[in-house]
C-alpha cells in the first residue's frame, strides 16, 4: 500500500510538471528544488488524505457506499461530454492520421476514462477540451480548480462524518475524532501548500492576469457588495415612506 501511494503521488507531480509544460509550451520552465517541494507535499498529502478518506468510507458502509463512489465517478466522466455536447462544436478528425472516426470516438473514451480516474483522487491539473485537437484547455482556468477542491472538500467532510459516527473500531485506544481531525487537517494543508504554489512558487506567475490573491479579493469583494445592497434596501424603503408622509 505504501509504494502504492508513493507511485501515485510521484505520478501526480509528473503530471503537474507536464501541465505546466503543455499549458507553457512557448516558453523555457526549469522548476528548481523548492518548487518541486512545494509540488511533492501538496500532491503527497492530498492524495494520501483522499484515498484513506475513501477506504475508511467504504469499510464503514461496505456495499452501501457503492451507489454514492459510482455516482461521483460518473459525474467526473460525463463532465466534459457534457460540455462537448453544449457547445455545439464538431468532434475532431485528426487527432492521429490513421484514425478513423471510431477509432477517434475510442480515443476519446478512453482519454475520458483516464481523466476520470485521476480527478476522483486528486486534481488533474488539466480541464479536458473534447473539442480540440490537443484535449486540453491551455488556459488557467481558477474557476474550475477551485470548484474542483470545493466540492471534493465538502465530499471528504461529508465522508470523514460518516466514518466518526457509523465507523467501527479501526485501531485499538484510537479515536476516531482524532482521525477524522487528522484526515481534513491534511487536506487542508494540502491546499495551503497548493495556493502557496500558484501564488508565489509557479515558474510563470508573471504571466497570470489573475493570481490567487486577485481572485479571493474578488470573491469577498462581491460578497460584501452584496451585504451592502442588502443593508441598502431596507434604508431606501424607510426614506421612501417618509417621503411618502
Not at 477540451?129 to 490537443?134: I, K, N, P, S, V
Not at 474550475?144 to 471534493?152: A, I, N, P, Q, T
Request: hydrophobic letters at 50%; one cysteine or more; proline letters at 2%.
Amino acid at each position: 500500500m505504501v509504494f502504492s501511494l508513493i507511485s501515485v503521488t510521484y505520478g501526480a507531480t509528473l503530471c503537474n510538471m507536464l501541465a505546466i509544460q503543455i499549458k507553457y509550451d512557448d516558453y523555457k520552465i526549469r522548476l528548481g528544488p523548492l518548487e518541486v517541494l512545494c509540488i511533492t507535499i501538496w500532491r503527497t498529502l492530498e492524495i494520501t488524505s483522499r484515498l484513506v478518506i475513501l477506504v475508511l468510507f467504504s469499510a464503514t458502509l461496505k456495499l452501501k457506499a457503492v451507489p454514492f463512489l459510482v455516482l461521483n465517478f460518473l459525474i467526473i466522466l460525463f463532465e466534459p461530454w457534457v460540455k462537448f455536447w453544449r457547445s455545439g462544436a464538431q468532434m475532431p478528425n485528426n487527432i492521429e492520421k490513421n484514425f478513423s472516426r471510431v477509432g477517434t470516438l475510442v480515443v476519446l473514451i478512453s482519454v475520458t476514462i483516464l481523466y476520470a480516474g485521476i480527478n476522483f483522487s486528486c486534481w488533474s491539473a488539466l480541464q479536458l477540451r473534447l473539442a480540440d485537437r490537443d484535449l486540453v484547455d491551455k488556459g488557467q482556468n481558477w474557476g474550475h480548480m477551485g470548484l474542483h477542491y470545493s466540492v471534493r472538500l465538502v465530499e471528504n467532510v461529508i465522508m470523514v462524518l460518516v466514518f466518526k459516527f457509523f465507523g467501527v473500531k479501526v485501531l485499538l485506544d484510537y479515536c476516531h475524532s482524532l482521525i477524522a481531525l487528522q484526515l481534513i487537517i491534511a487536506y487542508l494543508i494540502s491546499i495551503g501548500f497548493m495556493l502557496l504554489f500558484f501564488q508565489y512558487l509557479h515558474p510563470l506567475r508573471s504571466l497570470f492576469t489573475h493570481n490567487v490573491v486577485d481572485y479571493l479579493h474578488c470573491v469577498c469583494c462581491h460578497w460584501h457588495h452584496q451585504g451592502r445592497t442588502e443593508n441598502s434596501e431596507p434604508s431606501f424603503e424607510a426614506e421612501t415612506r417618509q417621503s411618502i408622509v
